[in-house]
């Protein structure tokens, strides 16, 4: 498997814990949740889109370790994502290799992601 070697363009989204994602049900890709200036949680859309990912985040009843923590702490997270028009099995294993690179604290040591 080869990822592009295009760079991961990251955009913020403002207000991302009240933002209306109409439209981004169709837009795959990796978010950021960066919570007092570090990033703690990298995670997916592959398939089904950023925005019910994102939307799914900010509902009560998480039962993840990072779903939770991103709950609990969604007005003071910053969350970037980066939409990709990549295979799913790419994004996903992008995703790998940023967590293993950045070692986020909320996401699951070896178990977030699948193997590779």
């Not at 370790?65 to 980066?82: D, F, K, Q, S």
Request: aromatic share 10%; glycine share 12%; with cysteine.
């Amino acid at each position: 498997m080869q990822i592009p070697t295009t760079p991961i363009k990251w955009v913020i989204i403002p207000n991302w814990h009240t933002t209306n994602f109409v439209g981004w049900g169709g837009a795959n890709g990796l978010f950021r949740a960066i919570f007092h200036g570090k990033t703690m949680f990298i995670g997916h859309a592959a398939e089904g889109g950023l925005g019910p990912r994102l939307l799914a985040l900010r509902r009560p009843g998480q039962k993840y370790h990072a779903g939770v923590l991103i709950y609990r702490h969604r007005a003071e997270i910053t969350m970037r994502v980066a939409v990709l028009d990549w295979p799913p099995d790419d994004i996903v294993h992008c995703l790998g290799r940023l967590v293993d690179k950045h070692q986020p604290s909320w996401n699951v040591p070896n178990g977030h992601h699948r193997d590779f």
